[in-house]
């Protein structure tokens, strides 16, 4: 079974520029989040969707962070324009279904960088 | 709101002996879910193991066991036989029941010497 896919793998841009990244969930699975991973903390969740619809983002910095998840498979999650701070490691993961007890499996991540 | 809290930012231990890693968390929910996830070098996040906290058994899955303290709100990761793959960031984490929200702790940097 293949696992959750993201694209790129690192991005570097400078402040106030826009990037975007791509994630693809493990075949049949519902639920897809988005997760912030800054150096030395653990990941902090953005965004929640349940196949196309946004369960929710009450943690996503709506003024700059944008995310969608057309026809319930792939998302994207941009950011536009960047900040500093927005240096991080970007995760996403999937699960079968929503609820504590379903395992959300993590991609690889994407490591921005902000100069 | 809940908090989980991992105090030791590093540790290290001997390859084939036996390592703990503390969590504690704060919570006023009574159903809830304790998750430790384990992410290598290469950043892939994966599950080790899961508790519910309905369940006084303690989890377990094959080298890896918990030793859950409700009332204490305790949640710690026993590794036995450690072995030089075990080398990651361990992150405990926690999700009160029905929700779907993961809070994670800072995580715990453990390398395996051989």
């Known amino acids: 079974e293949a696992g959750v896919a993201q694209s790129p793998r690192y991005k570097i841009i400078e402040k106030r520029q826009s990037v975007a990244f791509w994630c693809n969930p493990i075949?049949?699975?519902?639920?897809l989040y988005w997760y912030q991973q800054i150096l030395g903390q653990g990941p902090k969740l953005l965004i929640q969707?349940?196949?196309?619809?946004?369960?929710?983002d009450s943690q996503l910095p709506k003024d700059r962070f944008s995310a969608e998840r057309l026809k319930g498979v792939d998302s994207t999650l941009k950011i536009q324009p960047a900040k500093l701070e927005d240096s991080a490691v970007y995760l996403c993961?999937?699960?079968?279904?929503?609820?504590?007890?379903?395992?959300?499996?993590f991609g690889p991540g994407t490591r921005l960088l902000v100069l | 709101a809940q908090t989980v809290t991992q105090s030791q930012p590093e540790m290290s231990v001997q390859e084939a002996e036996t390592v703990t890693l503390s969590c504690t968390y704060d919570t006023s929910e009574s159903n809830y879910y304790l998750f430790w996830y384990k992410q290598p070098p290469s950043r892939q996040m994966i599950l080790v193991i899961r508790?519910?906290?309905?369940?006084?058994q303690n989890a377990t899955e094959n080298r890896f066991s918990v030793n859950f303290q409700k009332a204490a709100k305790s949640f710690s990761l026993k590794i036995s036989d450690s072995q030089l793959g075990d080398t990651a960031m361990y992150f405990c984490a926690f999700m009160k029941a029905g929700s779907y929200q993961l809070t994670f702790g800072k995580g715990t940097k453990l390398s395996v010497i051989p």
């Open positions: 075949s049949g699975h519902a639920t």
């Open positions: 993961a999937s699960s079968l279904d929503p609820g504590g007890w379903e395992t959300q499996y």
């Open positions: 969707f349940q196949n196309n619809g946004v369960v929710d």
């Open positions: 508790q519910e906290a309905y369940k006084q």
